[in-house]
């Protein structure tokens, strides 16, 4: 994936942030959202790319890396030959 892609991904989840704010709170939490991509690498980093803007103002004690304004958030796939849902050929 290009890296203006990436950034419009971190975009598009920063404007879920500002619009979804009241919905979601700070943190990545699996009662509140589940993420699914096709197992595809340019899915997967758009994915990832998206949640560091949904989640980029993590409170620094939730951070593993104090040089990073993000925590992972879990991203599920299924194998393309099983995948009925996201992966059309």
Do not use: C
């Amino acid at each position: 994936m290009h890296l203006s892609g990436l950034q419009r991904q971190q975009a598009l989840g920063r404007w879920f942030r500002k619009r979804y704010d009241r919905l979601l709170s700070r943190h990545w939490n699996a009662s509140q959202i589940s993420v699914t991509s096709t197992s595809v690498d340019r899915t997967l980093n758009s994915a990832q790319a998206n949640l560091q803007g949904l989640y980029a103002d993590m409170d620094p004690a939730r951070r593993f890396d104090d040089t990073l304004n993000w925590s992972p958030v879990p991203v599920r796939t299924t194998p393309m030959a099983e995948d009925r849902n996201l992966f059309v050929e």
